[in-house]
């Protein structure tokens, strides 16, 4: 492939100003890349905010830290940010030293390149982890949401062995937008929300719990089948997936009170 097609935007432009290369041949650069770039072992998708309401995000786990690098490279130069989820500590210290700027957390184990995107609604998304255990997948929801301009309220540590913990943030539950529930073992929690609140709600099933939570297809069975109704369930350990049905709920919330 042309390796013109691998120019980032940025560097297309400062191109042309710099008289090296004609107005035409630019057009013709931008145009070609129809919609993505491609790279040694990535091909890498720049439109699909434009599409989707959200960049494509890197999913680390399954890739070296070399493609990693390739993908944040385009991404931070034609979005302007790039985001991994489940980015392991060894690769992150490789991504982080190609780029210094890079912001990894090791809880979630997410890794950004370039500034958080600013706030573009003031309704917070309310974050229930059950137990500590769940935090990794409620922070990878979280930080996914802060990271593309969506502020969020955590609550954790209120499983339903002490419902009452609970319901002392019942004021918290009340003034949310949307609501991502994250729990294992049962899965009890996002029914018992789903019964006394009204808001959007994304259930999240983690991997915790013991032998017969078979690794989080029971509290994800026990979700499916919850009966508080409405209840959106995503996969097994999945709160990237969650941040993101979230982001389509709060965008179609404010662009549809632009319209009025």
Request: net charge negative; hydrophobic share 40%.
């Given at each position: 492939?042309?390796?013109?097609?691998?120019?980032?935007?940025?560097?297309?432009?400062?191109?042309?100003?710099?008289?090296?290369?004609?107005?035409?041949?630019a057009?013709?650069?931008?145009?070609?890349?129809?919609?993505?770039?491609?790279?040694?072992s990535?091909?890498?998708?720049?439109?699909?905010?434009?599409?989707?309401?959200?960049?494509?995000?890197?999913?680390?786990?399954?890739?070296?830290?070399?493609?990693?690098?390739?993908?944040?490279?385009?991404?931070?130069?034609?979005?302007?940010?790039?985001?991994?989820?489940?980015?392991?500590?060894?690769?992150?210290?490789?991504?982080?030293?190609?780029?210094?700027?890079?912001?990894?957390?090791?809880?979630?184990?997410?890794?950004?390149?370039?500034?958080?995107?600013?706030?573009?609604?003031e309704?917070?998304?309310?974050?229930?982890?059950?137990?500590?255990?769940?935090?990794?997948?409620a922070?990878?929801?979280?930080?996914?949401?802060?990271?593309?301009g969506?502020?969020?309220?955590r609550?954790?540590?209120?499983?339903?062995?002490?419902?009452?913990?609970?319901?002392?943030?019942?004021k918290?539950?009340?003034?949310?937008?949307?609501?991502?529930?994250?729990?294992?073992?049962?899965?009890?929690?996002?029914?018992?929300?789903?019964?006394?609140?009204?808001?959007?709600?994304?259930?999240?099933?983690?991997?915790?719990?013991?032998?017969?939570?078979?690794?989080?297809?029971?509290?994800?069975?026990?979700?499916?089948?919850?009966?508080?109704?409405?209840?959106?369930?995503?996969?097994?350990?999945?709160?990237?997936?969650?941040?993101?049905?979230?982001?389509?709920?709060?965008?179609?919330?404010?662009?549809?009170?632009?319209?009025?």
């Amino acid at each position: 492939m042309n390796q013109k097609k691998n120019i980032g935007l940025n560097a297309i432009l400062s191109r042309f100003q710099l008289g090296e290369i004609a107005l035409e041949e630019a057009v013709t650069i931008i145009e070609s890349t129809n919609g993505f770039l491609t790279t040694a072992s990535t091909t890498t998708d720049i439109d699909r905010e434009k599409r989707c309401g959200l960049p494509e995000v890197i999913y680390c786990e399954s890739k070296t830290a070399e493609q990693i690098i390739e993908v944040v490279r385009v991404l931070r130069e034609r979005v302007g940010i790039a985001f991994g989820t489940r980015c392991s500590p060894e690769k992150s210290a490789t991504v982080c030293k190609e780029f210094p700027e890079a912001d990894y957390d090791p809880l979630s184990r997410t890794i950004r390149v370039g500034d958080r995107v600013e706030n573009w609604t003031e309704i917070r998304t309310g974050i229930i982890a059950a137990g500590t255990s769940d935090l990794p997948v409620a922070e990878e929801a979280a930080r996914t949401l802060e990271t593309f301009g969506a502020p969020v309220q955590r609550v954790t540590d209120v499983g339903v062995a002490g419902i009452h913990r609970l319901l002392a943030h019942q004021k918290t539950l009340d003034e949310v937008g949307v609501l991502i529930v994250v729990a294992g073992m049962e899965g009890a929690l996002p029914s018992v929300v789903g019964g006394i609140t009204r808001q959007p709600l994304i259930a999240v099933p983690t991997s915790v719990g013991y032998g017969t939570a078979l690794n989080g297809f029971t509290p994800l069975l026990g979700m499916l089948t919850s009966c508080a109704s409405g209840i959106t369930v995503v996969n097994i350990d999945n709160g990237f997936g969650a941040a993101a049905a979230a982001m389509r709920i709060l965008k179609a919330i404010v662009e549809s009170a632009a319209k009025k």
